[in-house]
């Protein structure tokens, strides 16, 4: 009989001070529990056991059971004490996430086994020279999988590990010196350094982007004729059950009745389809939205909200996520997600009319079945899966499990190395694209990525605020590169701003002060106001033209903000010239429209000489 509590593991524990109480009494302690429909609370594991098994709430959704265990037997046995107090101590004090625990666990494991293989006996006798001979071997170990030395964040974890260890024995029999006194794990992992950051994981490029996009419509447009013909096919399966014995008898009988009539060449190219329905409405998802890949498995029925504002309708997609400990957040989508989310929440109904009965079959029976209460925390999920391991239980969807099918499906279309962050960082990017002008393809999606958007953000407190410091981060990372792009000798540009920069180029006075032109280019950055009028850069930082370039394109070429560009801008000056010739032959557009025609034409020409273009039009001039 478990143990029970008027109170969850982790409040009963809050209070008490591990290091006085007695060994017997610390031996029992609750660990973890699972609440019944009652009240009362249970515990999973106790301090004395072997393994402690976390509870479900303190993991993303789509955890798999055997990535919420601590096995002590995987560690030597004698470090299990002291590690069992180091990680219950940080836990009473600091209430972490059960990623974390496990996390500062694994973490330690290398350190524990490099003692062991060395014959120390006890935490209480490791010393400073150990620890310094472990950061040497650290420093020379190969991994695994990628074959080379392990990076920075890698020896980072392993030596904070050792700081966690002493930190939390401190005033223990387990206690021992400080591993390192005027050093710290970051700095001997060279992890110290104030470099520019660059983002490891790589944009989708545009074109594998259209193929996914318009496969994954393709999905959309389709997937409730789909759901609802296989939900006829298998009230249909059942009859032909009991007339035909043989499952290919079954299956050419369906093809016949129900899918040749609709276009469906048969049952296998069939099932395909339908099943990619949720692997489609995910990405859609994770594409217009950014969120993490457990925030995607979180999404439960009612997944968003709208928001009527009279002249424009809102969608906000909700969801928890545990990434920043930001519990409940929402995110500001396009329409498109609504569609994806509508879809699935017919796909996922079958699965969840089963895993409610299965509830309450198992409750009928016990109402405190373990497997009724897990239920109870994703029945209401958006995506479910029906886990063919586990005899057809159907129960959400695994991170590993997402990632494995999001490959096949990216590898079936040509694009590889899918995986589920990639499109939070080409959201991002995309997105710092669209505060420039550049909406690409996609740009009917991204209509509410400008000022309306900050304000709408700014207003929302349920906000995921990291994936907007995301986009800042690419925002200025764009920024930063049409700098270095106007400094580049190589880059033709014209327009008030243009002789400054050009100096720049030239005179090495400014670039002594910098380490590079890349390091110049980001300090011009941080002072100079950057966005896209569609035919220049406007570096106003204030009313400027008050937005009559957008109108007026000309005005650019006498505004001393303005940078225009051969490669971005110069086919639009040329086309604006060449129609300007042609308006200079009709006769009746008034002497204020024949001023305003020779004002653009002689503009213009400025212009496209300056840019080198001025060969390309000349025959044009009569």
């Known amino acids: 009989m478990s143990q029970v509590m008027l109170i969850s593991a982790i409040d009963y524990c809050r209070p008490q001070k591990l290091h006085e109480l007695e060994d017997s009494v610390l031996q029992t302690l609750p660990v973890s529990s699972y609440q019944l429909t009652d009240g009362t609370h249970h515990a999973i594991s106790q301090y004395g056991d072997d393994t402690w098994r976390l509870e479900d709430a303190r993991f993303p959704s789509n955890t798999p059971d055997n990535k919420k265990k601590l096995r002590f037997k995987t560690i030597p046995n004698q470090f299990v004490e002291a590690v069992k107090f180091a990680l219950k101590h940080y836990d009473i004090k600091h209430t972490p996430s059960g990623g974390t625990i496990l996390k500062k666990f694994n973490d330690l494991k290398p350190f524990l086994n490099f003692l062991d293989n060395i014959n120390v006996q006890s935490t209480s006798n490791i010393t400073p020279l150990h620890c310094a001979n472990y950061v040497h071997q650290c420093k020379q170990e190969v991994s ?47 992890a110290h350094s104030q470099g520019k950051k660059t983002a490891k994981t790589q944009v989708i ?10 496969d994954c419509n393709k999905v959309l ?86 928001e009527d504002n009279q002249d424009e309708v809102y969608y906000w997609l909700k969801s928890h996520s545990s990434k920043t400990y930001e519990g409940y957040t929402e995110w500001l989508v396009p329409e498109i997600v609504v569609q994806a989310i509508e879809v699935q929440k017919n796909y996922v109904k079958s699965f969840q009319q089963r895993l409610w009965q299965e509830q309450a079959e198992r409750f009928a029976q016990d109402p405190h079945d373990s497997r009724g209460l897990k239920i109870e925390n994703f029945k209401h999920h958006l995506f479910l899966t029906n886990s063919m391991k586990q005899g057809n239980q159907i129960n959400p969807l695994s991170h590993f499990a ?15 190395g899918l995986t589920a962050h990639r499109f939070r960082r080409t959201f991002a990017v995309y997105v710092a694209q669209s505060a420039y002008g550049d909406l690409r393809y ?7 990525w400008g000022m309306d958007m900050t304000l709408l953000y700014a207003a ?34 014209t327009g008030g701003l243009a002789n400054k920069l050009i100096s720049y180029r030239s005179n090495n006075e400014p670039v002594k002060t910098f380490d590079s032109r890349a390091a110049m280019a980001e300090r011009i950055s941080d002072t100079v106001h950057l966005r896209s009028t569609g035919h220049s850069w406007c570096t106003s930082d204030n009313s400027g033209c008050g937005g009559r370039s957008v109108i007026e394109g000309t005005a650019c070429v006498d ?29 009746d ?34």
């Open 442 to 448: 996609l740009k009917q999606h991204f209509k509410h």
């Open 402 to 416: 997402f990632s494995e099918r999001l490959k096949d499906f990216g590898n079936a279309l040509g694009v590889k």
């Open 205 to 214: 490029p545009d074109d594998e982007l259209k193929v996914l996009i318009n």
């Open 589 to 622: 557009i008034g002497e204020a429209g024949k001023q305003r025609v020779e004002r653009d034409i002689e503009r213009c020409e400025r212009v496209l000489k300056d840019l080198g273009m001025w060969d390309e039009v000349k025959d044009f001039v009569s």
């Open 221 to 306: 447009e389709q997937a409730n004729e789909l759901i609802q013909l296989q939900a006829e096919i298998e009230l249909e399966r059942e009859k032909l059950a009991e007339k035909i014995n043989s499952q290919n008898g079954i299956g050419t009988a369906i093809t016949k009745q129900f899918l040749k009539p609709k276009g469906y060449s048969g049952l296998k190219g069939f099932s395909a389809l339908y099943s990619d329905i949720p692997d489609a409405m995910a990405i859609i998802i994770l594409t217009f939205s950014g969120i993490r890949i457990h925030e995607l498995s979180a999404i439960q029925i009612d997944a968003y909200r709208v």
């Open 144 to 190: 695994k999988q990628t074959k080379k030395t392990l990076s920075k964040i890698s020896l980072t974890h392993r030596f904070s590990a050792i700081e966690f260890l002493y930190y939390n024995l401190k005033g223990t029999q387990w206690a021992f010196e400080h591993p390192w006194v005027e050093s710290s794990a970051s700095y001997l992992a060279g």
């Open 559 to 587: 505004c001393d903000e303005s940078i225009i560009e051969k490669k971005r801008h110069g086919e639009y000056f040329k086309g604006i010239y060449i129609q300007q010739l042609e308006l200079r032959q009709i006769d």
């Open 460 to 493: 929302n407190k349920s906000q995921d605020e990291e994936l907007y410091d995301e986009i800042a981060v690419q925002i200025k990372s764009f920024k930063v590169a049409r700098v270095e792009e106007f400094l580049d000798e190589d880059t033709i540009i």
